[in-house]
């Protein structure tokens, strides 16, 4: 195939050939690139184009189709007659409509109620998503007024017990305590599951599956009383180096991880005691075991495999290092390996059940504290292709592509981010049972739901596994029916939508993502044109305002210049421009006065930041805990893994109490 013939079967199948840099030059995307892009689409590049774009459609009539509230619904049968269809609505009941006739397909009139519904065809059923208009949003859910919410990494929250990682105990004590000032929101950062095995792997946005929970944040307490939690802990001989665990500025993950599984293990042993007395919880987990999925019982046997694999050799950490046999989730030695090993796999089971009962009890003591959303979740933008959920479903994921970013003015060299994603046809082939299996798996136990890097539901910048940044390009994704399924699920959980939007974006996405009710972030460092930061008067009401992120320093830290080289002149002289810029904007918007204040007087700088969020038309306002409490500690530094302490800080004091002083409550009045 020529390199021309390439390109054009490239664009075919939603592969960008060329792009700009973040300075406005244009590239062209190298035939490899390409060539290794569309093998792992599924559309090789064959040497008869005709062919190859045959090859580029997925084979079959999709059975899945979405569409939206009161608009004609187009089903895929080629050939067929006006007909009557049996209709049957999510709910069993069913109705009969006659069809028209369309270019490739039959029509529909459109539906009045949202819902997963089914047309009976000649040819077999096909399921209709049919999406809300748009998502629910935070007016939605607060009768059109405007609130204000915390964010928090959930193992940077300490409580007594929680064995030096955070866990949805300390969640619920913050959102008790954060519901008292008026709050009504609480996001947190991802829970998904990580590895067991491998404590070393503790980065929340680096997943081995988005479907499962991480262990390590359970609260036992959320399931048996704390006296009977206190006495295993005791009598396990576990209470001294707790303590000292806890006691630590930073998450030491390599010796808490291990402790803390050995808490969960002797609370499992418990609670399967008969002679406990622990009659409800014990029976509430029978339930469970015996209604575990195929989808969990497949996880809790890769955790144990996976550690199996591990004792035998530290090298094979990706499954597909493993030996041959245990790389096929369905194979016959790997259902034997679960045989043998049932009383593990029960264990992992156990291990979701507690995160999951941990993660309800969380979330419902925010909504008690009178909190009108109650916790946010945080869905990461994809999974290691080394996980769970790439062994136990090949067919759903892009293997041998990494999801990144291109080149801009934070990263020169662009970002690999080392993850995978969903297979365009392999969502197509499932009826896009993955993706919905992902949202429900995040809304289950929320009020609502922050979407990282949201741009992927429109495009993603994919890279071949060993390429740099620079080698990738953008792909297009079906963003109509991502999108609509977003809408879908956040109406059937009743639950709001937040989208992280920074960075290269489509032209336009901003506006589509508003007119779809998915809200926007306006971070205040990022408010700017040119040499003005732009007043909060200004700020699109429908996003979320928010003073800072878990990959930026805290307010205090950039005033304070903590996250520059102290040697550096030209970037110390640039702080120093930007702290007068900031200041001016303060003062001009009404929530600073007089004299700018020196590096390190940092406390009227951080009350002045929370003022001029607190003075913009955003309908929720969210507050990094850090910049609550007015600290410098950046949770996540970009571009650095061992080099910054990253995804360790803890946050100093008891979560229940950390709101309790004056002046963080003067701080964080002006929300309210």
Request: glycine share 10%; proline share 7%; charged share 20%.
């Amino acid at each position: 195939m020529t390199d021309e013939a390439l390109r054009e079967l490239a664009r075919r199948a939603g592969v960008a050939t060329d792009w700009r840099d973040q300075t406005g030059v244009h590239r062209e995307v190298s035939p490899a690139t390409l060539r290794a892009i569309l093998a792992a689409l599924g559309v090789p590049a064959l040497s008869d184009p005709l062919h190859a774009q045959d090859g580029a459609r997925p084979a079959g009539a999709p059975r899945f189709v979405t569409a939206r509230i009161g608009e004609p619904v187009r089903l895929p049968a080629a050939g067929a007659q006006p007909a009557r269809v049996e209709i049957t609505f999510e709910d069993g009941s069913s109705t009969a409509v006659t069809t028209q006739t369309v270019e490739g397909g039959l029509l529909l009139p459109g539906f009045a109620t949202p819902g997963y519904h089914s047309a009976d065809l000649a040819d077999g059923p096909v399921t209709i998503a049919v999406a809300p208009a748009r998502c629910v949003t935070f007016a939605d859910l607060n009768e059109g007024r405007s609130g204000w919410g915390l964010s928090s990494q959930i193992y940077a929250l300490r409580r007594g017990g929680d064995g030096g990682i955070g866990d949805f105990g300390g969640v619920a004590a913050l959102g008790r305590a954060a519901g008292a000032l008026g709050a009504d929101a609480l996001a947190i950062s991802p829970a998904h599951a990580l590895y067991g095995a491998d404590p070393q792997r503790f980065s929340p946005y680096s997943p081995s599956t988005r479907l499962f929970y991480n262990p390590l944040h359970a609260d036992p307490a959320s399931v048996l009383p704390e006296d009977a939690v206190r006495e295993i802990v005791a009598s396990s001989g576990l209470d001294r180096e707790m303590a000292a665990l806890e006691a630590l500025p930073q998450v030491d993950w390599l010796r808490a991880t291990p402790l803390k599984l050995k808490l969960l293990r002797a609370v499992y042993q418990r609670l399967r005691d008969p002679a406990a007395g622990l009659d409800a919880a014990r029976s509430a987990f029978a339930n469970a075991l015996t209604t575990a999925s195929p989808l969990l019982r497949a996880h809790a046997t890769f955790e144990v495999l996976h550690a199996a694999e591990l004792a035998l050799d530290k090298a094979a950490w990706d499954w597909r290092s493993w030996r041959p046999a245990h790389r096929d989730p369905d194979s016959p030695e790997v259902q034997a390996f679960a045989r043998n090993h049932a009383g593990e796999v029960e264990f992992q089971i156990f291990l979701q059940w507690l995160t999951g009962h941990s993660y309800t009890q969380a979330h419902r003591a925010c909504r008690e504290a009178g909190m009108k959303v109650g916790l946010i979740a945080d869905l990461a933008i994809g999974m290691d292709s080394s996980g769970s959920h790439a062994w136990s479903r090949q067919e759903d994921v892009l293997v041998g592509l990494t999801i990144g970013a291109p080149p801009d003015y934070y990263a020169r060299d662009g970002q690999n981010w080392g993850l995978t994603t969903f297979s365009p046809r392999g969502l197509a082939a499932s009826g896009f049972a993955p993706f919905i299996e992902t949202l429900r798996a995040s809304l289950r136990h929320v009020g609502g739901i922050r979407i990282d890097h949201v741009m992927g539901l429109n495009r993603l910048w994919l890279i071949p596994e060993g390429a740099s940044a620079l080698e990738g390009t953008y792909v297009a994704l079906p963003s109509e029916t991502l999108f609509a399924l977003v809408a879908l699920e956040s109406w059937r959980h009743q639950a709001m939508v937040i989208g992280e939007d920074l960075g290269t974006l489509p032209h336009g996405f901003r506006e589509e993502l508003q007119q779809r009710g998915i809200a926007g972030m306006r971070v205040l460092r990022f408010e700017r044109d040119g040499d003005r930061f732009i007043p909060p008067r200004d700020w699109d009401p429908a996003a979320t305002a928010l003073t800072t992120t878990h990959d930026l320093v805290p307010t205090a830290g950039w005033w304070a210049g903590s996250d520059l080289p102290e040697d550096d002149r030209q970037q110390q002289d640039g702080r120093a421009w930007d702290r007068g810029l900031l200041w001016d904007a303060f003062s001009r918007a009404g929530a600073a006065s007089g004299e700018r204040p020196a590096p390190e007087r940092t406390d009227p700088v951080v009350d002045a930041a929370i003022r001029y969020v607190a003075g913009s038309p955003c309908t929720l306002k969210l507050i990094a805990i850090e910049d609550a409490l007015g600290v410098r500690d950046q949770p996540n530094v970009p571009g650095t893994t061992t080099e910054k302490p990253n995804w360790r800080h803890r946050l100093a004091g008891d979560a229940a109490s950390l709101l309790d002083g004056e002046p963080v409550r003067a701080r964080l009045k002006p929300l309210g």
